[in-house]
């Protein structure tokens, strides 16, 4: 979209409606879209939120969805630019669960060898620590 300055404020056209005030049937046909849009989102994330995307590459995904593309009754552009937008964020959010898992196993040996360091060879806790890191 083209951006227009108006003053000091930058101003992003997002449609152009033709008429001044909304219509009826402008209003409506806008809310159906919304809310196939909407149904779409919350089906890949309830499919593919979880463990289900690990590893799999969103061209993957969307060659396994392509069959229920007329369920939505969306174009082709919408349907694209939405489905790879989810997967996208479900893989930014798998890409934040690993680096937390990771920094936190990180930490987590960090007080093992704090832990081992400073405890004696016959200490049960040593054992333990040994036994659940190996």
Known sequence: MKRKTKGTLNVTRIAILGTN???NWKSKELDLIALRLGLLRSDIWN???SLKAWGI???E???QLRS???KYQLTAKLWDSTLYDVIDDIHLVQA????KVLKALGQLGEAYRHILANTNRSSPARSLIISISS
């Not at 934040?96 to 680096?99: D, Q």
């Open 61 to 63: 995904i969307d060659k």
């Open 57 to 59: 590459s969103k061209f």
């Open 21 to 23: 005030k909304l219509n």
């Open 68 to 70: 229920a593309k007329d």
């Open 96 to 99: 934040a669960c690993i680096e």
């Open 47 to 49: 499919e593919f939120g």
